[in-house]
């Protein structure tokens, strides 16, 4: 454990001294400063973990309006650093004063060694614990908005998952960068976060971040922090996602969507593993093992000048494939029930059945969606298909009925939601999908969707569905 830091702001050098010879005994690191200026100059430079502040700064004063003044500059530059004041002509007004201007505790002059050190001890353990509670409750917020997965069973019963999830198991006592690669809906969130359950990291935060849902903008702000009044919208301090995985995981998905300029902020991060919170010069340790994921051919997006080389080689130390759904054929039924049993507790429906002849169907369907894909399909079926036993026709499963977008995608509804999908797409894909629901009966697919026969035929005919 790294020694901890304490400020010292008093200008009786004789103090100074004792208080450095006592301090150091008890491992802290100690800097001492004689003036407010020099005080503040080096909190804005330097992280510091506690200030121990003589409120009569001053000798021939004996008011406490200089220390007063001190702890309020203080508090302005960082207010959670713990202050503790020390008062030398003790009156019990200037130490009430001091405490409501945002010290935490006051020591008298001359002081008891032990009763200072107990009060520096406990003041740092509650500013770490604050911070926590801070870190925990924005983290709170971010994994709801995301809503990530909260279940914790992987289903792998494919040797090529078992093989997949051995290699983690051995790389998740390691500290090493991962990469993942593989379609959407692979799994590839799932399997970070479950590297960091794994490693030695478990016991703090597992923070995701979707690189390509952050405003470029506020790319800074949101990974590393920024302090209150640092830009107009700054109302308040706020802690990046750095801070927030400190001593846990960072785990970057969708990867090459970081923009380039933004790139060469982040590799400075992971080389120097130190960062600066917005409106704020003073650099901060960064202590978080990195996962990221990609569903792009990274090593085209470099050719393309898309994306860095070198943040690319920081970031994929170890590179893993996470197989398509397809290619794990063994696992498409555990993964069918295991999800028929999920949604049926989350929905307190009785979970039916899935016959052989269904499984036998959802094995050979494709899932370009993958295993969002086949999640997505047992949550609507356990609402469709009243029965006790699913047949393979009440998949409606037909294969090769789904939409290719004008990009070349294939739409289905596990896809619909994304983002470079045009209005088109979306019409196609709406235009099929209820074909596929009225069976082929296009009067019945036309009154439905409130069109006359004419102009129903006219889209079919415009996206070549005739
Ligand atoms: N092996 C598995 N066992 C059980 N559930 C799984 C498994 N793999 C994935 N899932 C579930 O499938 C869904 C999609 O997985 P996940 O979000 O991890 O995929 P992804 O590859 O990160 O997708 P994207 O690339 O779109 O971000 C989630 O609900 C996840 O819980």
Redesign the pocket.
Known sequence: MKNRKILIADDDLNIIASLKYMLSEENFDILAMTTPEAVLENLKRESFDLVLLDMNFQQDTTSGVEGLKLVEAIQQVDDQLPIIVMTGWATIDIAVDAMRAGAKDFIQKPWNNERLITAINTQIKIAKIDKKLQRLSQENKLLSAQSF?Q?S????QSPV?KTLLSSLNELAKSDMSIL?T???????????SYVHQHSSRANNSFVPV?MGAIPESLFESEMFGHLKGAFTDAKENRIGRFEMAEQGTLFL??LANIPMAQQAKLLRVLEEQKFEVVGSSKSQHADVRIIS?T?SDLPKAITEQQFRQDLFYRLNTIQLR?PSLKERVE?IAP?AE??LQLYSVKYNISAPQLSIEAINKLQQYPWPG???EL?HLMEKILFTCKKATITGRDLLLDEGLGAQSSSGKLINAATIDDASLSMEDIEKFSLINRLKHYRGNATETAKSLGLSRSAFYRRLSKYGLD
């Open positions: 997965p279940e069973g992987i289903i792998a998952m993942l593989g379609d959407n809906g692979t799994g590839k969130s799932m399997l970070a979707n998905d969708e994921a569903n996470v696992d993964l295991h999800f993958n295993i969002r999640s």
